[in-house]
């Protein structure tokens, strides 16, 4: 799960400890006139911002049709990974979390991402009472982001950026106005003549390819095709891992290259580390596909009995990718719920998002591994597994029909009768949620508990709780995967846990919802869907 991984799976990098914000063989400390004592200072932040703040929003950047492309209802225009990348650096909350969005982003990321990420500086540093901490190894991180990627920049980038540098109090003599000027006096002059290519030899073709970030942004079914004849010398660890990640970020469930990918595993098996491994099953997962592989689930399983406590947080991410696939070996699990491992990793920084994955997992064994007899997660360290939306879905929000299903609820049931974007334990955000009694009227959702006991083994048979608790689940085009049939690991594993806890789904297909025109068909769809369950309510829902 990618997620945004948000959905699991998906982790931000962490800052290189010791980075500093100078070129090759330079250092830099902070003086007193220094970038960082001028933006936590609120007297010089409040005057050098207002510049900043006048600035227009940069302009999102089009990449033009693609046939790839997710295209919203009502057939307009393209929205890709750049474009929720723009907006995820605009909703950002603090510096960190821009970094965060940069960092893990690397082939979504353009030149006009790094306007976008400093004018949003700009606006968290100015922003009153009290602007966000800001630590001084974010800010040499940024810098050097923006120092490696400035090369590629144009001269307009390259001027805002300068403009930017200085109103947020980037010393002039400092290396990222130093690299910001030392472009922009390139620029001036005339270019030299283009330098030979180098040639490439098997395996560094195909890793050159799967790294140029036009292929990655306009993937091409054929060419992702070709690459599973290739030679076995060709295919190295790396040009695996950047297949891999291809796949699952494009959500291509190719099954000649995930079996090509399978494969390779189980020969390189002695040859590769969790680390490693935790990439190359990354696409099973969230493509929800399983290999023909006869090898492939014990390959995985003497990895993980040889690596995981090497790399607890590899370990956690390849359960995630088999949880899944629902291929969870007993042996790792009593590993990572013993209670040295849960020791070991509180101290470290992944302690959150394992806490979180380990909940996840331990939610698994409750629902689907009846036979587990094993330790298990404390109920204290247990957290809520996803409490919002994924960030896949608040990034395309705009091209939701969650909105418009809202609204076609509200005219058909009454607000009072259905809940929107309620999590559940142990802690699945659910889209609608309606409680019904036994005779299939909706009821007020006020007069009911909307949740279902957690876990639902220790609930006794006979219920003092008649009521039905129906889910309304949107699934949206970028749920599934690119054949737009098989729905996403994350979404089946939200989907299979709902329904095994005792709630009842009434999934919402994306192409049913675009099918409908205008709010009158949908308030009939979903009349037609509700009546479908036996469901019925009163004239005062219209």
């Given at each position: 799960m990618r997620r945004p991984r948000g959905e699991p799976g998906s982790r931000a990098p962490r800052p290189t400890e010791g980075a500093i914000c100078a070129g090759p063989g330079e250092s830099w400390s902070p003086s007193p006139n220094s970038m960082l004592r001028v933006l936590l200072s609120a007297q010089a932040s409040s005057a050098r911002l207002s510049g900043l703040l006048l600035l227009p929003p940069v302009q999102p950047y089009c990449l033009g049709p693609s046939k790839w492309g997710d295209r919203p209802p009502g057939?307009?225009?393209?929205?890709?990974?750049?474009?929720?990348?723009?907006?995820?650096?605009?909703?950002?909350?603090?510096?960190?979390?821009?970094?965060?969005?940069?960092?893990?982003?690397?082939?979504?990321?353009?030149?006009?991402?790094?306007?976008?990420?400093?004018?949003?500086?700009?606006?968290?540093?100015?922003?009153?009472?009290?602007?966000?901490?800001?630590?001084?190894?974010?800010?040499?991180?940024?810098?050097?982001?923006?120092?490696?990627?400035?090369?590629?920049?144009?001269?307009?980038?390259?001027?805002?950026?300068?403009?930017?540098?200085?109103?947020?109090?980037?010393?002039?003599?400092?290396?990222?106005?130093?690299?910001?000027?030392?472009?922009?006096?390139?620029?001036?002059?005339?270019?030299?003549?283009?330098?030979?290519?180098?040639?490439?030899?098997?395996?560094?073709?195909?890793?050159?390819?799967?790294?140029?970030?036009?292929?990655?942004?306009?993937?091409?079914?054929?060419?992702?095709?070709?690459?599973?004849?290739?030679?076995?010398?060709?295919?190295?660890?790396?040009?695996?891992?950047?297949?891999?990640?291809?796949?699952?970020?494009?959500?291509?469930?190719?099954?000649?290259?995930?079996?090509?990918?399978?494969?390779?595993?189980?020969?390189?098996?002695?040859?590769?580390?969790?680390?490693?491994?935790?990439?190359?099953?990354?696409?099973?997962?969230?493509?929800?596909?399983?290999?023909?592989?006869?090898?492939?689930?014990?390959?995985?399983?003497?990895?993980?009995?040889?690596?995981?406590?090497?790399?607890?947080?590899?370990?956690?991410?390849?359960?995630?990718?088999?949880?899944?696939?629902?291929?969870?070996?007993f042996r790792a699990l009593r590993f990572v719920f013993s209670p040295g491992f849960i020791n070991h990793i509180s101290g470290t920084p992944h302690a959150l998002i394992m806490r979180r994955y380990l909940s996840l997992l331990d939610t698994a064994v409750e629902l689907e591994l009846p036979g587990y007899r094993g330790p298990r997660l404390p109920r204290r360290q247990q957290v809520p597994i996803f409490p919002q939306p994924l960030i896949t879905d608040r990034a395309r929000c705009k091209y939701s029909h969650k909105d418009i299903v809202a609204e076609g609820l509200r005219q058909l049931l009454g607000e009072e009768k259905y809940r929107q974007d309620l999590t559940v334990p142990p802690g699945y955000c659910t889209d609608f949620l309606l409680c019904v009694s036994s005779s299939g009227a909706v009821l007020p959702v006020r007069t009911q508990d909307p949740f279902l006991p957690y876990p639902p083994r220790s609930c006794p048979h006979a219920t003092q709780d008649p009521a039905q608790r129906v889910v309304l689940t949107l699934r949206e085009r970028w749920h599934f995967c690119r054949d737009g049939r098989v729905l996403l690991g994350s979404r089946a594993l939200r989907e299979r846990h709902l329904g095994l806890m005792g709630y009842q789904l009434l999934p919402l297909p994306f192409e049913e919802l675009e099918s409908q025109r205008g709010l009158p068909q949908l308030k009939n769809y979903l009349r037609q869907k509700l009546q479908a369950l036996g469901l019925r309510w009163g004239p005062e829902g219209g």
């Open positions: 057939g307009g225009s393209h929205v890709g990974p750049v474009q929720g990348l723009q907006r995820l650096l605009e909703q950002a909350r603090s510096p960190g979390e821009l970094l965060r969005w940069l960092g893990q982003n690397p082939t979504k990321v353009h030149a006009h991402h790094y306007l976008v990420a400093l004018r949003r500086l700009g606006q968290l540093l100015g922003s009153q009472p009290r602007p966000p901490p800001v630590e001084q190894a974010t800010l040499q991180d940024l810098s050097q982001l923006i120092i490696r990627n400035c090369p590629s920049f144009d001269i307009h980038t390259i001027h805002v950026c300068l403009h930017l540098a200085v109103l947020l109090g980037f010393p002039s003599d400092g290396p990222l106005v130093r690299a910001l000027e030392q472009e922009r006096r390139c620029r001036l002059h005339s270019k030299p003549p283009p330098s030979p290519q180098p040639v490439l030899h098997g395996g560094q073709r195909l890793e050159a390819a799967l790294s140029c970030p036009r292929f990655l942004r306009h993937p091409q079914q054929h060419l992702i095709r070709s690459l599973a004849e290739a030679r076995p010398e060709e295919l190295t660890p790396q040009v695996m891992v950047l297949l891999a990640q291809h796949l699952a970020r494009h959500r291509l469930r190719e099954p000649q290259l995930l079996e090509a990918i399978a494969h390779f595993l189980v020969v390189q098996e002695a040859q590769l580390n969790s680390k490693v491994v935790q990439k190359l099953v990354l696409p099973f997962g969230r493509l929800n596909y399983l290999p023909l592989e006869e090898q492939f689930m014990p390959c995985l399983e003497r990895i993980l009995a040889r690596e995981a406590g090497v790399a607890p947080l590899a370990t956690v991410n390849i359960l995630m990718s088999l949880c899944q696939l629902r291929c969870l070996p």
